[in-house]
């Protein structure tokens, strides 16, 4: 059985597939650990908060009863007016320590990222994403059994430094291993189905779980996951560690562009662009819906959580139908990015509108499945400029996949708290369809994405001066045309392309003629040479042998030279 495991393990192509599943559980974890807290946090802090207020208000009544406890020596600032000030800010100071519970992983994440980018580069994709998955199980534990504000806050921030070495090498694992582009798309397109299940499954996940079972037992359990998904990627990814260790002692190891070089790229700045705004519907709406729920809706907790439960199915039609269009139409992936950020736009433009909540279901289902087409038509693509403008090293390309994905997240629950507390829920809304459709038309700038040094044929075929996979297309420099084939004549130097049409073939005319004399002197060479019993020619049409040449004066003139054939 352990030969067995051990000869899977060994195959490349049995070994992408478990390098798959590996990713997809870690970052199915990963953001599980950061939606969970989405039914659980706000509730427990407005808990912790009743809790302390109450407290203040015994010491005060207390206070009132005995009377040497409030004298001009001992003081406890607290009277009717603070207490009524500070309950009218409780609800504000709540939202805002929620707001920025949210951000700090996604700060830490931004400040991170760089570094990690770089090392994953150096040292490879197995040992970070070892290292990230360690830090996530311990800033899990951490979750379950703090209770103050400031540990979730270190906690949170744990999982920021973890999740910014697990996520980058994860991607860029998937695009090491799967080189051959639809494959890649399709496999990509699986691991963000894992991100989107781990998003949407963790609300109500959290919320059933802490409704019954407390704060600790769904955050145990991530843990739990985290470290098995730890033991069997140090499993796998055995024999790349060798291969790796292989191609640094002959000098072929790849090494990897710098993250600050790839940003100048327009190409990689766009996509980054994008993906950026891509999350900000999320961003600004995972923090401050579930309030505007139970002040609007009137919802409970489980309610806030399985709103967003119904919309994994639409994020993985999304996937499936982009990852189906990309493989038909490779240069049209910049136009489903665009769908996607102009349909997340007006989807929340109707968020605020909806009165109950079955109907709240539809703009949430409908904005997961533009985030879907958005993501998956453009993480390829960046895949896609490295292999062919720089080495194919993937771990700062999706460094910076990241990074916009923390900036989002990182400034999101800030700035929507803000805009919550000035122009309301529903102008929030309002700046966030304003912001996914203006930038929808800057896309333009990937039409050209494919069109690189020379012609991008579509067709079966290998990548050509590039480091990644072919597949559907073939980007040759100075490629000829698809009608265009080369001949090449015996003892000659000169190529040149010909096309194959007979009208423009220049051996088309020299066909024998019975009688003629004016036969070309390479004529059986050529038949030899190209006829259809050549090796390796199976364009050329198959050409009669040539007759024999007329006979001379002198050999008509010998008796019998019919019955005996042409003299040598």
Same mark, same amino acid.
């Given at each position: 059985m352990l030969s067995y495991l051990q000869s899977l393990i060994e195959d490349p192509r049995s070994q992408r597939k478990f390098v798959l599943v590996i990713v997809c559980i870690a970052l199915l974890l990963d953001n599980m650990l950061y939606m969970v807290i989405v039914p659980i946090i706000p509730h427990y802090l407005t808990n912790v908060t009743k809790e302390l207020s109450d407290r203040y208000s015994q010491v005060y009544i207390y206070s009132q009863n005995v009377t040497?406890?409030?004298?001009?020596?001992?003081?406890?600032h607290i009277n009717k007016t603070s207490m009524t000030r500070w309950g009218m800010r409780r609800s504000e100071s709540a939202e805002r320590q929620i707001g920025m519970l949210f951000a700090s992983k996604a700060f830490v994440q931004l400040l991170i990222n760089p570094i990690s980018g770089t090392i994953i580069d150096k040292v490879g994709y197995d040992r970070p994403m070892m290292f990230g998955l360690t830090v996530i199980c311990l800033s899990t534990v951490v979750f379950a059994f703090g209770h103050s504000y400031g540990v979730m806050m270190l906690a949170r921030s744990l999982q920021g430094v973890g999740s910014a070495f697990a996520d980058t090498s994860g991607l860029? !694992?998937?695009?090491?291993?799967? =080189?051959?582009?639809? &494959?890649?798309?399709k496999a990509l397109g699986i691991a963000l189905a894992f991100i989107s299940f781990g998003s949407l499954v963790a609300p109500p996940f959290?919320?059933?779980?802490?409704?019954?079972?407390?704060?600790?037992?769904?955050?145990?359990?991530?843990?739990?996951?985290?470290?098995?998904?730890?033991c069997l990627m140090l499993i796998v990814m055995k024999p790349v560690r060798i291969e790796r260790r292989t191609q640094k002692a002959t000098g072929d190891l790849p090494?990897?562009?710098?993250?600050?070089?790839?940003?100048r790229d327009p190409y990689i700045a766009t996509c980054a662009g994008a993906l950026a705004m891509?999350?900000?519907?999320?961003?600004?709406?995972?923090?401050?819906?579930?309030?505007? !729920?139970?002040?609007?809706?009137? =919802?409970?907790?489980? &309610?806030?959580?399985?709103?967003?439960l119904p919309s994994f199915f639409p994020h993985v039609l999304g996937v499936y139908s982009t990852v189906y269009l990309a493989r038909r139409f490779p240069k049209y992936q910049w136009l489903m990015a665009a769908v996607g950020l102009s349909l997340e736009g007006f989807s929340c433009l109707c968020v605020p509108f909806c009165n109950s909540f079955v109907t709240l279901m539809i703009p949430i289902c409908l904005l997961c499945y533009g985030i879907a087409l958005v993501d998956t038509a453009l993480l390829p693509t960046l895949a896609f400029v490295v292999d062919h403008h720089y080495s194919s090293v993937y771990g700062s390309v999706y460094a910076i996949a990241d990074i916009s994905y923390s900036m989002a997240y990182a400034f999101g629950p800030v700035v929507a708290a803000g805009l919550v507390k000035s122009i309301s829920f529903t102008g929030m809304n309002v700046v966030i369809f304003l912001t996914n459709v203006l930038y929808a038309p800057i896309l333009l700038v990937l039409r050209n994405v494919y069109k690189y040094e020379g012609e991008f044929i579509e067709g079966e075929g290998e990548n050509v001066g590039g480091g990644g996979g072919g597949g559907e297309g073939v980007s040759i420099q100075n490629a000829p045309k698809p009608h265009m084939r080369t001949y090449m004549l015996n003892g000659s130097d000169s190529v040149g392309a010909k096309p194959l049409d007979s009208k423009d073939d220049p051996y088309a005319s020299m066909q024998p003629h019975d009688g003629g004399s004016n036969v070309p002197a390479f004529q059986t060479d050529f038949s030899n040479a190209f006829g259809p019993n050549s090796a390796g020619n199976d364009f050329a049409p198959p050409r009669p042998p040539p007759p024999p040449p007329p006979p001379t004066y002198t050999q008509a003139q010998q008796p019998g030279w019919k019955n005996q054939g042409p003299l040598d």
């Open positions: 040497t406890m409030v004298n001009d020596t001992v003081r406890h860029a !694992m998937i695009a090491d291993r799967f =080189t051959e582009e639809s &494959e890649r798309t959290g919320g059933i779980l802490y409704d019954h079972f407390g704060k600790v037992l769904p955050f145990l359990v991530l843990s739990s996951i985290a470290l098995i998904d730890g090494k990897g562009t710098p993250i600050w070089r790839l940003l891509s999350n900000v519907s999320l961003a600004f709406l995972e923090p401050t819906i579930s309030m505007w !729920m139970e002040e609007k809706l009137k =919802t409970t907790n489980t &309610e806030e959580g399985m709103v967003w």
